[in-house]
């Protein structure tokens, strides 16, 4: 069964940094493209950011770029986005979300979703 976990989310002030990590399992993370997606309050799905299998090649929305980064330990079997210089604006719950496989063009699984982390921004 296909799991993905979310954490390390939080209440920051603007200005901060948040590291969420995805813990994933059921499937051999490292031959799968992974991204993050966010959702805000009252607003649909962002796609925020996309890594392929290997970790060397990324991917970010114009909202994100510059101070996000996005990366993978397929050891491990997690994902990361490290999120600096937070705005107001990035307050949403953001999400772990698979590819359908190992290209970059294998587009979103939508399957498989978990509980997302809450990442606050405010002073």
């Known amino acids: 069964e296909v799991q993905l976990v979310e954490s390390g989310g939080g209440l920051v002030q603007p200005g901060g940094s948040l590291r969420l990590s995805c813990a994933a399992s059921g499937f051999t993370f490292s031959n799968y493209v992974m991204s993050w997606v966010r959702q805000a309050p009252g607003k649909g799905l962002e796609w925020v950011s996309v890594i392929n299998t290997g970790g060397d090649s990324t991917t970010y929305s114009a909202s994100v770029k510059g101070r996000f980064t996005i990366s993978r330990d397929n050891a491990k079997n997690t994902l990361y986005l490290q999120m600096n210089s937070l705005k107001p604006e990035d307050t949403a719950v953001y999400h772990c979300?698979?590819?359908?496989?190992?290209?970059?063009?294998?587009?979103?699984?939508?399957?498989?979703w978990g509980q997302g982390t809450q990442v606050t921004v405010s002073s």
């Open positions: 979300v698979k590819y359908w496989g190992s290209s970059m063009n294998s587009g979103r699984d939508n399957r498989y």
